[in-house]
Structures are given as C-alpha cells and as structure tokens.
C-alpha cells in the first residue's frame, strides 16, 4: 500500500504540475485548471452533500451545486471576461466570491423556503448547504483566486508544497510513527508523521520557490527572495494542511465513513485528495497576499 500510495501520489502532483504548466503558457488564464477545478467542484460536492446525510441533513442538492459553481466563477470571470482590465478591479478581487457566498446563500434558502412543509430539519439543511458552500466552494475558489491574482507559479507552490507534506506525513508516519497525534479522528496519523510533513514541506517550499517560481514567473531575482518567508511558507502551509486532513477526518467520522467515497483506491474521494489543500489554500493566498513569497 505505502509502494501504490506513494506511486500514484507521485502521479497525482506530476499531472498537476503539468497542467499548472500548460496552463501558464496558455494565452487565456485558467483556460486548462478551470475545467478541473468545476469537476473537482462538482464531485467533491455531491460526496460532502453524502457525508451529511447519515447525521439526518437533507440539504437540497441544486442550489449547493449552483453555489459552488458561482463562487468558482467568481474568482475566474471578472478579470478575464471583462472587456476593460480596470473595470474588473473596481471592487477587491476578494469581494467577488463573497458575493458569489451570499448569493449561494440565498439559494438556499429560497429552494429550502420552496420544500418547507413541515417543522423540523430546516436549521440542519441549510447549515449543511452553507459547510458544503465553505468548505468546498470558498476554500477552493481561493485556489482559483492565487491563479488568476499571482500566477501559476502560486497554485504550483500550493500543490507541491501541500502534497509533499501529505507524503512527507504518510512516509514518516508509517516507517517510524510510534505516537498518535488524534486517535479518535484518524488512528493513523502520527506526531512522527506530522513532524515528517514540516520537513518535506518546507524542503519543496524551498526548491519552489528557488528554482521553479523563478522560472515560471521569468524573474530570475525571484530566487534571491529571503530563505526565511520560504520556510515560513512551508511551515504554515504544511500546519494548515494537517488541519485540513483532520478537519475531513472528523467530518467522515460523524458520517461514520472511512473515506469520501471510493473513486480511487488508496486515496479514497476527491475529498480525500482535496482536504489538505482546501485549508491550505487561504494560508499559502496570505502568504503571496502579503508578501512573504513571490516577491
């Protein structure tokens, strides 16, 4: 199992990577990571919807799947399908998908106001609409958002830095993992494996952004950016991540689910593959927000 995991994860980031990099040469941004962002939303939906529905939620599926797509096209449309560049900026580029948060927001509760029949179950729906609007929708928007605000050189960061602390913690952890970090929410993990996440994290983070963001961004000085902000970056990063991975972990344990779903063997759903990067993802818009990195 640790051979297969490693091997398709290997895959898994390479064919990120690859798409990251076509997408970089492409003359319309996001024209190859939009489709797979709208499939990743699309599926990840439908199983954070599954997973809501052995706690008794019956949160109806139209207006989550239409809101996530809104709050996915809100961090893609405005600066790309604007005839004018300027125009697109008038209001932050963060005010879109709070924008396209509200209005999936009141899907919701238009299409629950639609069903209401009797008492009980409504509150419970519309709070599993709203975390299926969150945490799928806003968190990966924000992957969308470091795309189209900093380049591919920032989702490429995400990635590597995100997925190499997952193979870092599953390594490690495996190998010499001796003490549980959260027993109760994932038997697995260990504080030998998270310390093996940091450490993979922080070494990707620094050959990121030393060799690969230089030579996606043409800016050569890139590389002589302060050592510091890139192990900040790697250690904040693989932290959120962690959180992610528990986060999903406490999410499929209320379900009484072992993972997502079974769309791919060893690694479970889209989910399962997405947690980590979906915490991940307002950490490492911060850090490029701000500075720490990418100057």
Known sequence: MLRWRLLLGT???????????????AATA?????????????????EILHLAAPGGSRPLAWPVYLGNLLLIAANWVPSVCCDDPTRATTLPPIAWPLLALFAGFLLVLVGEMCRYEKPGGVTANVAASVLALVYVGLLLG??????????????ASLIIVVKLGDTG??????????HKMA?????????????GAVVFACLGSCATFYWLVPAMSGDKAASAAPWWGWILFGLLVATAGILGDLAE???????????????????????????SILLAAPVAWICWATGLVGR
């Open 183 to 195: 027993p109760r929410l994932s038997p697995g993990k260990t504080i030998e494996g998270a310390a």
């Open 169 to 178: 913690a599953y390594t490690v952890g495996r190998l010499i993992g001796r």
């Open 30 to 46: 996001g024209v190859w990571l939009l489709p797979v962002a709208i499939l990743f939303t699309l599926a990840a939906t439908g």
């Open 11 to 25: 895959l898994i980031i390479a064919m990120l990577i690859g798409l990251c990099w076509l997408d970089h040469a």
């Open 249 to 275: 972990s406490l999410i499929k344990r209320d379900a009484g689910c072992k993972d997502s779903s079974t769309w791919l063997p060893g690694f479970g759903g889209v989910l399962d593959i997405l947690d």
């Open 142 to 155: 924000l992957v969308v958002q470091l795309r189209m605000g900093f380049g591919v050189a920032a989702v």
